[in-house]
């Protein structure tokens, strides 16, 4: 006779993509081939903002996004901010978490090229070649329109950005906006070390450009293409902006049937208000919110290799 104090699991989903789910232990994104299968090891128990989940590492990947010079270095005149407290946070935490787990990490930086240029919508285009006042919810009752009109900027993708001067004194030619292989597109500071320690790890680091704010915008993409194939589910998101970049991947790969979950202390945005809307909405309509130093505890305390 089943034991009536043990709840019992539920299928969320479908027969090909589907999570477990039991008051106990929450939602398991394991993804074993059926419902009834074993319990797929290793497995990892990470506690979120509302609901457990259970992860197999073999099947996540850490996602990194625009972690770049142009968002963060000074010498571009971008002040200490949420986006270096996310550079912070992966270094200390959220990248040697993933590499004792063997989680994969996938860097994913703009790398733009002459034929992006070509086909890019004129939104992409304004949002980063105009200025103007910005206003933010506090401003929501206000009547519509900006006390002063946005203009256009000297620059915006693929324009020069001239020579700039580093910490140390010396000075270097910034490159073309977000192309690739210029010194701004380039990981910032420790990031670069941390990126080619990562190459030489068990599970190597990858790294992937993309020409959207987006990086999984397109039906067919070399990011989306080797995930697929190598067959990842989970997918962990950090990066800047939280509520630009990094909100529009999370929501596409919701949308192409990824698992989604945001580490928000390794995330960043200047825009308070904006960061709660983006975590609110991860944890309860795309997925789940974490974060780096929960994945380092569960890491240590929580990793499940299976039966001995």
């Given at each position: ?5 043990v ?11 589907f999570?477990?789910?039991?008051e106990?232990?929450g ?5 074993p081939?059926?419902?009834?299968s074993p ?6 128990k ?7 989940i259970?992860?197999?590492p ?24 949420p986006?270096?407290?996310a550079?912070?946070a ?9 590499r004792?787990?063997g ?15 070509s086909t890019?919508?004129p939104?992409t ?7 103007g ?25 693929g324009?020069q ?5 580093l ?13 690739r ?6 990981l ?9 320690d ?10 992937f450009h ?7 915008w ?8 080797f ?17 630009q ?9 919701a949308?192409?049937?990824?698992d989604?979950v ?24 795309w997925?789940?919110?974490?974060s ?11 990793l499940?290799?299976?039966p001995?």
């Open positions: 006779m089943p034991d009536s104090t709840p019992p699991t539920s299928i969320i989903g479908n027969i090909s993509n999570w477990l789910f039991n106990n232990s939602f398991d994104l394991t993804h081939s059926t419902p009834q319990f797929l090891y290793p497995r990892l990470l506690h979120t903002t509302n609901t457990p259970t992860i197999c073999p099947k996540t990947a850490l996602v990194i996004i625009d972690m770049q010079n142009f968002f963060l270095s000074t010498a571009l005149g971008r002040p200490r901010g986006g270096h407290n550079e912070d992966l270094l200390a935490y959220g990248i040697p978490a993933a004792r787990a989680i994969q990490i996938v860097w994913v930086t703009w790398g733009l090229t002459d034929e992006d240029l890019m919508p939104a285009f304004r949002a980063f070649s105009f200025r006042e910005e206003t933010g919810f506090e401003d929501a009752d206000r009547e519509i329109g900006p006390k002063r009109p946005e203009v256009r900027t000297e620059n915006g993708l324009f950005l001239g020579e700039v001067k910490e140390d004194g010396s000075t270097i030619e910034a490159g073309r906006m977000l192309f292989d210029q010194w701004n597109s380039a910032h500071g420790r990031l670069t070390a941390a990126f080619e990562g190459l030489k790890a068990p599970v190597p680091d990858v790294q993309k020409n959207r704010i987006s990086a999984l397109e039906p067919r993409s070399d990011l989306h293409d995930l697929k194939e190598r067959g990842f589910r989970t997918l962990m998101f950090t990066g800047v902006n939280t509520d970049c990094v909100l529009a991947t999370v929501q596409d790969a949308l192409k049937g990824y989604t945001l580490l928000r202390d390794g995330c960043g945005t200047p825009r308070d208000l904006a960061r709660d809307m983006v975590e609110f909405n991860c944890g309860k309509v997925g789940f919110v974490s780096c130093v929960e994945l380092t505890r569960s890491v240590d305390e929580r499940d290799k299976g001995k």
